[in-house]
């Protein structure tokens, strides 16, 4: 079984965990692990890495990845979005770290506990330690090609529904552009992640409208078109399906958050 969890937008959440064992399941953010104490096994698309005390491990968008402790351990998880770090997501598209496991010098070690790990500090701060993390991680691994294989054909669907859902997309031009037939791809999806094409991709849209409600001042019509639908009525009546209110309401009950942001809260889709 992977976890599935949807689209997160300019978030940035962190959390203190104690002997976490989590199933394989993959997301849209980069992860941060740094264990502060004990010992830990995570596995990132089937290749396993033991971390200690002391040590960093950075997972990358949509890797299917899990987290095994087997006696007593301690850490600190950063979950952070692609968005915040433009430059190092186009350096890493199609490739995967060598070795994930990195340690950091002493001034970068007290400049990221001031600043990451924490949900109450300037996110131009957090931004600007992210690439200077990042840096440090460059200097002690190196890229290699991302293999993908048959097997994860679900992970490259969801990948790739991530990347279009703004665009007009069916499961029909999916599978041309995949190279799979229209009728083996849906009972695949429906196989899988037991709901329609339709549902998963408007629910995907809709997370993105709720985003776009809370951190913009833009239009509602605006909206509706920068999340893939062509018409507001569309776009309302699914709107108001998965969120219960319609978007007018959703803005006017959930204040606008720029600079100021907090973590996005969202459901997973458990996937067979």
């Known amino acids: 079984m992977i976890i599935y969890e949807p689209h997160h937008f300019d978030l940035i959440a962190n959390y203190d965990v104690i002997n976490l064992n989590f199933p394989s399941h993959l997301h849209r953010c980069y992860e941060l692990i740094f264990v502060v104490e004990g010992d830990m096994e995570v596995i990132i698309e089937q290749r396993s890495w033991q971390l200690h005390t002391g040590q960093y491990l950075l ?3 949509n890797e299917i990845h899990s987290i095994v402790t087997k006696a007593q351990a301690r850490a600190n998880i950063c979950i952070f979005s692609p968005d915040y770090i433009p430059t190092f997501q186009r350096i890493i598209e199609n490739r995967s770290l060598d070795n994930p496991i990195f340690s950091l010098s002493s001034e970068v070690e007290k400049l990221i506990s001031r600043t990451l790990f924490k949900n109450d500090t300037n996110l131009l701060a957090q931004k600007g330690s992210l690439y200077i ?7 002690q691994t190196s890229l290699i090609k991302a293999e993908k294989k048959d097997s994860e054909l679900l992970h490259i669907l969801l990948t790739y529904i991530q990347e279009h859902f703004t ?3 069916s499961l029909h031009s999916i599978a041309v552009t995949l190279g799979y037939s229209y009728n083996y791809l849906s009972k695949y999806f429906n196989a899988n992640v037991k709901t329609s094409f339709a549902d998963f991709l408007n629910g995907t849209r809709i997370s993105y409208a709720c985003h776009l409600l809370r951190t913009t001042e833009k239009n509602i019509t605006e909206i509706a078109y920068l999340c893939g639908y062509e018409n507001i009525r569309s776009f309302n009546r699914n709107f108001v399906k ?14 606008l958050m720029y600079l100021d942001l907090h973590p996005v809260h969202t459901s997973s889709i458990e996937i067979t």
């Open 59 to 61: 997972i990358l968008p």
């Open 133 to 139: 993390l990042l840096s440090e991680l460059m200097a």
């Open 167 to 169: 665009e007009a997309i």
């Open 242 to 255: 998965k969120t219960l209110c319609t978007p007018k309401e959703y803005r006017e009950n959930i204040p």
